[in-house]
Every structure is written in structure tokens, then in C-alpha cells.
């Protein structure tokens, strides 16, 4: 009888807190009723489907960024190579300009050395010009006046060489 008892006021109390829920949920707007468990079924499946068909999506998606990512790496390596190709051309193209300069530099020591040596030619061909051949004759004498200038020479050498032994 004690048992039977328990169970009584047990489900007594389990019936009370299920209208207590029941009450609750009115105020709400919850009721519960067997339709409204298939239209929660319809709804989940409506859901899965959706979730279904937004997993294919994301797979499409996916795909695509595959895509597009494999495509923008190869751009990336090729803005690297034309990057690399650009400097390197601007660093040729400032070295051309140094070696520019240098050869400005170096036709205007050009352009002087040429006005220099065209001075040089213009005295050498007024020498050349004002230059007279001396005469047989002239060259006859100085040639003598060598040979005497040669002699005294070699007999003051001796001389000094004789005084040195004294």
C-alpha cells in the first residue's frame, strides 16, 4: 500500500509539473498538439534539405576558390619573375645612364685633346713651312766645327785624366 501511495503522489506531482508546463507554454503561445510534432518533423526535414543543398554549395564553392586560388598563385609567381625582370632592367638602365655620363665625360676630354693637337699640328706645319734647308755648304762647316769640338774634348779628358794620376 506504501509503495502504491509513493507512486501515486509521484506521478500526482509529475501530472502537476506537466500542467504547470502545459500552462506555461499556453501563455506562450506553445501549444502542443500531435500536428504540430509532424509540421516540427516537416520543418527538420525542410532544414536538412537546405543544409543538404547549402554543403553542395559550399562544395561548388570550394571548388571554385580551388580554382581561382591555384590561378592566383601562378599570377603571383609570374608578377614575381616580371618584378624581378623590372628592377633588374631599371639597375641596367641606371648603369646605362652612369656609362652615358662617362662617355659624355670622356668626349669632352676627346673634344679638348683634339683642339690641343690641332694647335700642335697648326705650329708644326708653321715650322714646317718657315723651315729652310740649310745649304751644303753650311752643313760642311758645322760638320768640321763637330770634329774640332769632338777633339778638344778627348784631349781635355786626357788631361784631366793625366792630372788626376799626378
Known amino acids: 500500500m506504501e509503495r502504491i501511495r509513493l507512486k501515486n503522489t509521484v506521478i500526482k506531482s509529475q ?3 506537466a500542467k504547470k508546463q502545459l500552462i506555461q507554454r499556453e501563455q506562450l503561445g506553445e501549444d502542443l498538439r500531435p500536428v ?21 554549395y559550399i562544395l561548388q564553392i570550394k571548388k571554385v576558390i580551388g580554382h581561382y586560388n591555384t590561378a592566383l ?16 632592367i631599371v639597375t641596367e638602365i641606371n648603369s646605362n645612364k652612369l656609362q652615358a ?3 659624355e665625360l670622356k668626349c669632352l676630354m676627346n673634344k679638348t685633346e683634339i683642339k690641343f693637337a690641332e694647335k700642335q699640328v697648326k705650329l708644326l706645319k708653321t715650322l714646317m713651312d718657315d723651315y729652310e734647308v740649310p745649304t751644303i755648304l753650311d ?15 778627348t784631349n781635355l779628358k786626357r788631361y784631366v785624366n793625366v792630372e788626376e794620376i799626378i
Request: glycine share 2%; charged share 40%; aromatic share 8%.
Open 15 to 17: 501530472i502537476i509539473k
Open 101 to 103: 655620363k662617362d662617355l
Open 36 to 56: 504540430d510534432f509532424y509540421q516540427l518533423k516537416i520543418q527538420r526535414d525542410e532544414y536538412r534539405k537546405r543544409i543538404r543543398q547549402c554543403a553542395v
Open 73 to 88: 598563385t601562378k599570377h603571383k609567381r609570374k608578377l614575381g619573375h616580371l618584378t624581378n625582370e623590372f628592377n633588374s
Open 139 to 153: 752643313l760642311v762647316k758645322l760638320k768640321k766645327e763637330l770634329r774640332t769640338l769632338e777633339k778638344t774634348f
